[in-house]
């Protein structure tokens, strides 16, 4: 017999399960807010979301390995280009997520909010 984590659809949503900084685990071992995933009218596993400032830590993390350096050692365009990316994926829906960033980018509060703003007010013209 295959255990969960061999099974087909858990093959299938590990890569997605990765990304989002998520976990999974048995479906006897869920609790309320996991998400409970079936086959075939079968419970095969459980992805247990992981909290929102573990995820941006998770997000922060994913882009250094993509630009293979500390995001502090980008230069200021691309730095803009990363806050236009986290603020698309509600990086700063987060509490303390505009100084989670500044932090991971090397950057005052006060540049990241002035990033913002400059694509903000481009959106608007």
Do not use: C
């Amino acid at each position: 017999m295959t255990g969960p984590s061999e099974h087909p659809l858990a093959r299938a949503v590990k890569p997605l399960v990765d990304a989002m900084g998520a976990e999974m685990v048995e479906p006897g071992q869920a609790s309320p807010d996991d998400v409970v995933l079936a086959w075939e009218g079968e419970d095969v596993i459980a992805v247990r979301l992981p909290q929102l400032s573990d995820s941006l830590d998770h997000i922060l993390a994913a882009l250094e390995r993509r630009h293979g350096m500390p995001l502090s050692a980008l230069d200021r365009r691309t730095k803009q280009l990363v806050v236009r990316s986290l603020e698309a994926r509600g990086a700063f829906s987060v509490r303390h997520g505009v100084e989670t960033v500044a932090g991971a980018l090397g950057v005052s509060r006060f540049t990241v909010y002035n990033y913002l703003n400059r694509e903000n007010g481009t959106k608007s013209e």
